[in-house]
């Protein structure tokens, strides 16, 4: 076996303990409580032995939450009016705190409740409760600085350079784009450079400690920076393992980490950097960064897309391999899943919140989403989550949902939110909720940031016993198993990259972030098309997942090895995109060549990830979409450029491709009352095809469903738990395959599962 494929199959060995395999009727009927939603706890207020004992209680028979996320906080104003909200008594990592958090803990063993352990004060994750500015204030988040002035040569310049560590000095002429490395002429903080003729740019970029004074909690360790991650974990995780050691993996069985990534919300953010960031670039690229710098904030030439690329994937692995990682590792010591997540999971544009988001959750067991503002927040990119999660071989995906749905007004949180946004991520590839969440004071004054999810509630209240048994039936039967995808979508992280700049948006507000792409971007278009409307599953391939030994091809597929699931794709398409890896692009002749279909929407790439190689990139393009409409080779290869992408196009363009969908609806209905959809998951669990079929929306559908195969089905119903053998079925022919066919009736915010049954 390939070195790629081995490595992911350890791994895999090592997770797939993580979620079980086998399905029953039983089970189904009463899924345990590991199934079940263990919502977020904010401690906003006094913690008493008489609080936690009958709040806990009231957690498993009132609400039938399956356990708890304990979440700490301080107490501070919320993002609206000057109200200061309680905060968390006694305070984070005291000894009254663990007091307190020793009696959870034993209460949970006793009502059979697990335990997820937030890992620290608020968010993001990364302060150690204020103790890392305090105690290690240079292991605290970096930014980069540019500091630029323009002169005119032929000129002796002398000038004191910026504080902080000097990461490059480059001259770039403005004219030419030429570019030298001025460095060399620093001495001490003394620049000292005979500049020749021409107009020049002097700039001096810098990588320094975050003044943040308006928002000290947010004052965060270096995530770039494995020694400080390193001290982090000392000062804050080990106080709870001296502590709580043989409560891990068993009461406490997951770590929860928050919003680690680029994004704060002061003008820094984006720029977050480390100051061993060129060694880093240097043993990834075999050349020094220096010149490269200035194509962060502006066009360098020709090399500006593959310089964008390098520095920018430089800073992802940076990322991926510090915070999450360090975390997982220290996780794995004590019998601990990690899980977390960064800002931005599902925006349109990664660069400037979490690098890459593919690649942020390779060193995590849970890959975990948060559904935030409103129940269709994101939901474009919400299976960008689920398809790390199929690449790396990972059985659970886990989402913090309902945070601030209603806060800003721009939905009322009722009973149907709770079961619309659930299925609109379940039918994603989540398959475990945190609901955001209860509060240790639930009166309103004291919740800083609703909706109030507990029993408390008297809205939600009544309906969580009810929810959490749905909740847990759908977690139960999508956990684990393989899911069907037939289409492969490429992530365009390259392009995506090239087209980042810093600072492109001084002005930004929070809602900007994210939302820096070219206009032909529409990954996250095809999403949800292809979701909600084209009703056809698909996959993320990160480029180099897909030009790796992971991935081959061969009678017209291409397969995703994997020990768990493993996924064979008939289509790949090459969403727009400027920039490309050639690797990848290669990949794709290949797949073309041998026989594959390809789609590509909205803009061929002409610029290569990769130094100079774009005109490699342009002669493989040009190779595959030789002439408008379909380009078929004699292999039977099928090619063709869609430039503008519809739900009627991209279904006609499948259609005349000729390849058969795993799952249709007649008539393809297109529910969409409250903002809802019809859509569907299929996995392959304990030898069944097992299909998840959800009608978020506020209408009902009745229409007829066809699944690939002749199939023995049961409906087995996650509201009630009931199941039904089904007999009202046919099996039709549809260009030589086999179809099981049968009406669908679903209300308004109704989900069905359909399994394949042993008969």
């Given at each position: ?6 490595l ?99 209460n ?7 335990v997820?352990?937030?890992d ?10 204020g ?9 605290t ?27 490059a ?5 403005t ?14 903080q ?9 107009k ?23 995530y770039?920076?494995p ?6 974990i ?6 709870f ?13 997951q ?7 680029f994004?704060?919300l ?30 962060l ?18 800073r992802?692995?940076l ?24 800002p ?27 559904l ?8 474009d ?22 945070g ?11 009973q ?12 994603r590839?989540?398959?475990?909720l ?31 016993k ?12 999508l ?6 995808s ?53 996959t ?7 030009s790796s ?18 996924q ?13 890896s ?43 979409f ?9 292999n ?39 903002e ?5 998951i ?5 030898g ?42 046919q ?5 030589g ?23």
């Amino acid at each position: 076996m390939k070195k790629t494929i081995a490595l992911c199959c350890l791994f895999a060995t090592c997770t797939s303990i993580f979620a079980q395999t086998s399905i029953s009727k039983k089970d189904f009927k009463s899924p345990n409580f590991s199934f079940k939603p263990a919502p977020f706890w904010h401690m906003n207020g006094t913690m008493t032995n008489q609080g936690l004992d009958s709040q806990m209680r009231d957690i498993k028979y009132k609400s039938n939450f399956g356990g708890v996320t304990i979440l700490p906080v301080s107490a501070q104003k919320g993002f609206t009016g000057d109200v200061v909200y309680p905060g968390t008594a006694p305070a984070y990592l005291t000894e009254g705190y663990f007091d307190s958090y020793t009696r959870i803990l034993d209460n949970a063993n006793n009502l059979g409740l697990k335990v997820i352990w937030y890992d620290d004060l608020d968010f993001p994750s990364g302060s150690a409760g204020g103790r890392m500015k305090k105690m290690y204030p240079e292991d605290t988040r970096k930014v980069l600085i540019k500091t630029d002035s323009i002169i005119n040569g032929p000129l002796l310049l002398e000038m004191t350079v910026p504080n902080g560590k000097i990461m490059a000095a480059v001259a770039m002429n403005t004219v030419n784009k030429s570019r030298v490395d001025i460095s060399k002429n620093i001495i001490n903080q003394s620049f000292r450079w005979e500049a020749p003729a021409g107009k020049w740019k002097i700039m001096f970029f810098t990588c320094d400690v975050v003044s943040n004074s308006d928002m000290p909690n947010d004052v965060a360790v270096d995530y770039l920076d494995p020694i400080a991650v390193k001290k982090y974990i000392v000062l804050n995780n080990e106080a709870f393992a001296k502590r709580y050691q043989k409560y891990f993996g068993k009461t406490i069985t997951q770590i929860f980490f928050d919003d680690v990534g680029f994004f704060t919300l002061d003008k820094h953010g984006e720029r977050t950097w480390t100051k061993g960031f060129n060694e880093k670039f240097m043993s990834l690229y075999h050349k020094d960064p220096s010149l490269l710098y200035p194509a962060l904030w502006e066009d360098i030439g020709p090399e500006t897309d593959a310089a964008r690329v390098a520095l920018f994937n430089t800073r992802a692995e940076l990322l991926s391999e510090g915070f999450p990682k360090l975390v997982k590792e220290w996780c794995h010591q004590y019998g601990l899943k990690s899980s977390g997540h960064p800002p931005g999971n599902y925006e349109i544009q990664p660069v400037d919140m979490n690098g890459d988001i593919v690649k942020y959750y390779r060193h995590q067991d849970i890959p975990l989403m948060d559904l935030i503002f409103s129940h269709t927040h994101g939901r474009d990119g919400f299976k960008l989550i689920s398809s790390s999660a199929n690449m790396y071989d990972k059985p659970i995906v886990a989402a913090e949902i309902y945070g601030a749905i209603g806060w800003f007004n721009a939905e009322k949180f009722t009973q149907k939110t709770l079961y619309k946004a659930g299925m609109d991520v379940f039918v994603r590839g989540v398959n475990f909720l945190i609901p955001h969440g209860m509060w240790y004071n639930p009166a309103k004054a004291a919740v800083r940031i609703p909706p109030l999810i507990s029993e408390y509630n008297p809205e939600i209240g009544p309906y969580l016993k009810d929810y959490n048994e749905w909740a847990g039936r759908v977690s139960y039967m999508l956990q684990g198993g393989k899911t069907v995808s037939e289409i492969a979508i490429l992530y365009p992280i390259a392009s995506l990259q090239s087209y980042f700049k810093f600072d492109a948006n001084k002005t930004k507000s929070i809602g900007d972030w994210g939302k820096y792409a070219s206009p032909t971007t529409d990954y996250l278009k095809l999403s949800d098309m292809f979701t909600m409307n084209v009703h056809r599953d698909f996959t993320f391939l990160h480029p180099e997942v897909l030009s790796s030994d992971q991935v081959t091809i061969a009678d017209k597929i291409m397969t995703l090895h994997n020990e768990l699931n493993e996924q064979q794709y008939k289509i790949v398409i090459m969403p727009g995109e400027s920039t490309i890896s050639l690797k990848s692009l290669e990949k794709i002749k290949t797949f073309y060549d041998q026989g594959g279909a390809v789609i590509a929407t909205s803009e061929l790439p002409m610029h290569a990830a990769e130094f100079g190689q774009d005109e490699e990139v342009i002669k493989i393009v040009q190779s595959i979409f030789s002439k408008p409409g379909i380009n078929i080779n004699k292999n039977g290869g099928k090619a063709i450029y869609i430039n503008n992408p519809t739900v009627s196009i991209l279904s006609e363009t499948l259609l005349a491709l000729k390849i058969s969908a795993d799952v249709q609806f007649e008539n393809n209905p297109q529910p969409n009352a409250g903002e809802g959809a019809l859509s569907y998951i299929h996995k392959i669990k304990d030898g069944k095809n097992i299909y998840f079929i959800a009608n978020s929306a506020e209408e009902s559908v009745h229409t007829f469903v066809e699944l690939k195969g002749q199939l023995h089905l049961e409906q087995w119903n996650p509201n009630t738990g009931m199941t039904e053998a089904l007999t009202n079925v046919q099996y039709i022919q549809k260009e030589g395959i086999v179809y099981t066919r049968l009406p669908l009736n679903l209300n308004p915010i109704q989900s069905t599962f359909l399994i394949e049954s042993n008969k």
